[in-house]
């Protein structure tokens, strides 16, 4: 079946710092790939997305690009903020309006 | 534009007891998804409602059960509580066709005593 594994955390970093955040999956086909961030407190937001191989998402200083030959989807930002931190989840869709399978989070601390 | 809401925030509840938990999908949306989600865990997928019809399904037993309303809002059911049933229930809305992004609500978090 399909599913996604993320690194383990959780993971401190100081204000701008580099961020990468392992995401590799399985799946049959060609899955979407998501990562969604959860805010304390918040229900899932989309951070971005990517529909297909070698296409970058990107939002909000945040980029994935979708890896077929690695099958992975990593996130990367330049320089965190204190603002940056919450729980990161990625995601995979194989099929039309199918379900989301996510990865099990990661939980990003920046400190000042 | 609101977007997707769900209620109660909170519920406390008893082991055998049954709860009922609303969604009301974003504006437009046709199609609501369900997930679970366990303290320290990735959402799981309990089910997904379309045209009032449960068109895909988890690994969840038949003590979830839902219902679509002509509105396209949605309830899940829960039937003879267990400890493990303690968590964030997420509700996700789309437009059918899968090519638009799911958006979730903020949850209702369920503990069961």
């Known amino acids: 079946g399909n599913s996604v594994t993320q690194m383990e955390g959780p993971v401190t970093l100081s204000e701008e710092a580099f961020l990468t955040i392992n995401c590799t999956y399985t799946a049959t086909g060609y899955p979407s790939l998501f990562w969604y961030v959860q805010y304390p407190g918040e229900g899932l937001q989309l951070l971005l997305k990517?529909?297909?191989?070698?296409d970058k998402g990107s939002n909000k200083g945040f980029e994935a690009t979708y890896r077929k030959e690695t099958t992975s989807f990593h996130l990367e930002k330049g320089s965190v903020q204190v603002s940056d931190s919450a729980v990161y989840f990625c995601a995979l869709r194989a099929g039309a309006n199918s379900k989301l399978t996510f990865g099990k989070g990661i939980t990003l601390s920046v400190r000042p | 534009d609101a977007g997707v809401t769900q209620s109660p925030t909170h519920l406390i509840k008893t082991r055998g007891q049954q709860v009922t938990l609303r969604c009301s999908p974003k504006s437009g949306h046709d199609t609501v998804s369900w997930y679970q989600q366990a303290l320290g865990q990735g959402p799981q997928f309990i089910f997904q409602y379309y045209e009032e019809e449960e068109r895909q399904r988890g690994n969840f037993p038949d003590r979830f059960s839902g219902h679509q309303f002509p509105n396209y809002s949605s309830e899940l059911n829960v039937n003879a509580l267990l400890l493990g049933d303690s968590a964030l229930y997420l509700c996700a809305s789309t437009l059918e066709g899968g090519a638009e992004t799911q958006y979730f609500g903020p949850g209702t978090r369920l503990l069961v005593l």
């Open positions: 990517a529909t297909k191989a070698d």
